[in-house]
């Protein structure tokens, strides 16, 4: 690996976990894609091995839904005071965003920055039509998914978990092969929602932090298809009941991110040449 005085090359990370912001409610913002694992997300990958790499934590908004300036409802207020009730009503304390709202051409073509940032701080939401709403995903959090994120948060970043700005290199691909042993380790003899707690927490970190996936000196294939092959047999044996996972939000914010960690690690081997193997989590 290059020495980081020789190469050091800025890396704006996706991840937005800075006091974990992004479990409670999140405006949506417009985003670039339609399966961001987060809605501020404009990160650029570099996709260069053995060099390390500088991560920078972002912050997120958090803002409930909003009534238009006539005072009528919106789609976004209505959106979030449903969740807010169903939270409330199931005891749950939080959410996290798995898919954004996808900008269209259009958007694109007249796409403002500065005028995007003021139209954030007035809080109008107003645009946002139902379906752009329904289009949300998100996975809802208990104390214990809550508490399991953080867990490893700390557990892949290690000393560098609350640091402002961090630096990877070809070396964390190791951590992330130790991690996983662990995990597995963990799976055993446990409920099956709490194995889906901890899969939940595992699979997401791993994939914010995806330095490993293009900076590693092989046998990753190990960790993406023993990850697969969990889930896989997670879900297929195990009903909703005992799951324990709601079906209107969770379920399916969860479906959701297998499918970008999925997209995610196949596209290395056929963009960029890193075979992680195949993630066939179904």
């Known amino acids: 690996s290059t020495n980081i005085s020789d190469c050091a090359l800025p890396y704006l990370h996706p991840a937005a976990l800075s006091s974990f912001q992004h479990y ?7 985003s670039s894609t339609s399966n961001s694992s987060n809605i501020e997300d404009a990160a650029a990958h570099d996709n260069s091995s053995g060099n390390n790499v500088v991560a920078q934590k ?4 958090t803002v ?11 789609p976004h207020y209505l959106y979030f005071d449903r969740m807010k009730a169903f939270k409330k009503e199931h005891n749950l ?5 798995v898919r954004g709202i996808a900008r269209s051409e259009e958007d694109n073509e007249d796409y ?9 701080e007035e809080g109008d939401n107003s645009k946002y039509t139902m379906e752009q709403m329904e289009s949300l995903r998100f996975i809802l959090l208990t104390d214990n998914r809550r508490n399991l994120l953080e867990e490893y948060h700390h557990i892949i970043l290690g000393d ?42 595992y699979t997401h970190t791993i994939m ?3 330095v490993w996936m ?24 195990n009903d909703d009941a005992a799951l324990g996972w709601d079906q209107e939000y969770t379920k399916p914010g969860v479906m959701e991110m297998l499918s970008q960690f999925k997209k995610k690690v196949e596209s290395m081997g056929e963009d960029y040449g890193y075979d992680l193997g195949k993630f066939k989590y179904m």
Request: aromatic residues 6%; glycine residues 8%; charged residues 30%.
């Open 112 to 120: 403002d920055e500065d005028e995007e940032e003021d139209t954030e």
């Open 58 to 61: 972002t912050s997120t908004t």
């Open 160 to 201: 560098q978990a609350d640091g402002g700005i961090m630096m990877f290199n070809t070396s964390f691909s190791y951590e992330i092969m130790d991690s996983w042993a662990a995990c597995k380790q963990r799976l055993t003899r446990k409920s099956p929602s709490q194995k889906l707690d901890i899969l939940i927490a």
């Open 93 to 97: 304390t939080g959410q996290m965003l």
């Open 24 to 30: 409670s409610t999140c405006t949506p913002k417009m």
């Open 208 to 210: 914010e932090w995806d």
């Open 214 to 237: 293009h900076d590693n000196e092989g046998d990753m294939d190990v960790v993406v298809k023993g990850l697969a092959t969990s889930w896989r047999n997670l879900i297929k044996k």
């Open 64 to 74: 409930e839904g909003s009534s238009g300036d006539d005072g009528t409802k919106t």
